[in-house]
């Protein structure tokens, strides 16, 4: 098939972040599977002077490209329902890969999933969820190690480094790091926020089988069940990026983890800090068990958890319900959104009165970006679906966040 990807080439679009996930996983491996793949910048807020212009620069690339499929990574409010709605009335299938469903379904994804052809999550519970809500296109898949990345394990002797992370420098994860150091178990950091900063994405591999044990943090996700929240553990893709690389995963116990790998032979777990170190310990003195773990973990991923596994189903899903597209699309209806778009006098005198205060408490970038946040908790709250569509208000007033 010949796809068009519409996701971030670097991290939250940022360049400074080092080179994003989907981008560095996902088209190696739809390319390995032997399709014709294409790339278009969702993320950046830099390209285009606000999403009018993102989203009729979208439309413009598909009309040129004419792709079988189009396989996004919705991240917000970034790619309008509209936009959306043009492609699907133009017989274009859409294939949607979720991330963090596991908070972000209550706020977004039952919202947005209706204007796609499949919708592709990790979570079980939002799994359910949209099942009980009448969605029919989602679909319950999981992260995935890239083929192209993978690696066999080395010997513990040959490890550089005893107990490693990698990941950005946010949350609990700097206290986490801290006290592991202070316990005497030394942890070697790489990514945003660390003092060795971001790592180039064809270097994670070799550190993760470089590491006798490479450390996973759960994190827990925000959920709401209706205005009441609650936190559960989720699987990272980490855990399978991980084994792929020949590495020795020490992984936060996550929901359903043990349907993926046998916890204690393939992987290790822990339940908390005291958990991680007594368990850690016990791993660097039996470099025997810790070699067999990295073996039988890289093994069991080979077999069942690269990315060209998962995305096969899904893509021969979506060509067996595409038809012919109407070729150039019909945007009648998009372009009435666009002019409904544009923020006048009104709208930027209360991004000023929004964001001004907050300023004055936070400073100025910390102050807008709280008034973005506290707008877009608002709205999917107040407005439900129309916080995606070009009339929404978070779009319309914060295109750029400094």
Request: aromatic share 12%; proline share 4%.
């Amino acid at each position: 098939m010949n796809i068009l990807c519409v996701f971030g080439r670097h991290n939250y679009g940022d360049p400074l972040r080092g080179e994003g996930y989907e981008y560095s996983n996902f088209l190696p491996a739809l390319r390995a599977l032997g399709h014709d793949v294409h790339h278009f910048e969702s993320w950046d807020r830099t390209a285009q002077a606000d999403f009018a212009a993102l989203n009729t620069a979208l439309l413009e690339r598909i009309d040129a490209l004419r792709p079988d499929l189009v396989f996004c990574v919705l991240m917000g409010y970034e790619i309008w329902s509209e936009t959306l709605q043009t492609l699907r009335g133009a017989g274009l299938p859409v294939l949607n890969w979720g991330t963090d469903d596991s908070w972000k379904y209550s706020q977004f994804s039952r919202f947005v999933a209706p204007e796609v052809s499949l919708w592709a999550t990790t979570s079980h519970d939002a799994f359910d969820a949209a099942r009980a809500d009448g969605l029919a296109m989602f679909r319950l898949s999981q992260w995935a190690a890239s083929g192209t990345r993978t690696r066999e394990p080395l010997a513990s002797a040959d490890c550089e480094h005893d107990v490693s992370f990698i990941g950005s420098a946010y949350g609990n994860r700097g206290r986490w790091v801290e006290r592991l150091r202070e316990r005497g178990l030394p942890v070697a950091c790489f990514g945003q926020g660390w003092p060795s900063g971001p790592v180039a994405a064809e270097r994670i591999p070799e550190l993760y089988r470089s590491s006798r044990i490479s450390l996973n943090f759960g994190d827990s996700g925000l959920q709401w069940r209706g205005f009441r929240p609650y936190r559960s553990r989720q699987i990272k893709a980490r855990v399978f990026e991980v084994p792929a690389a020949g590495g020795c995963l020490m992984t936060e116990v996550a929901d359903r983890l043990d349907a993926y790998y046998v916890c204690g032979s393939e992987i290790e777990t822990f339940t908390d800090e005291s958990d991680l170190v007594e368990r850690a310990r016990a791993l660097l003195a039996d470099p025997a068990r810790r070699d067999a773990m990295a073996w039988a973990g890289y093994r069991r991923t080979m077999a069942e958890h690269l990315y060209e596994r998962r995305f096969q189903p899904l893509l021969e899903e979506c060509a067996g319900t595409a038809r012919t597209v109407a070729w150039p699309m019909d945007r009648t209806k998009f372009l009435q959104a666009v002019g409904g778009h544009r923020s006048g006098l009104a709208l930027r005198a209360l991004r000023g009165l929004m964001v001004r205060p907050l300023q004055w408490v936070w400073g100025e970038r910390r102050g807008e970006r709280a008034a973005r946040r506290l707008l877009f908790e608002l709205s999917w709250r107040l407005c439900g679906a129309v916080t995606y569509r070009a009339a929404g208000l978070p779009g319309r007033l914060f295109y750029r966040a400094s």
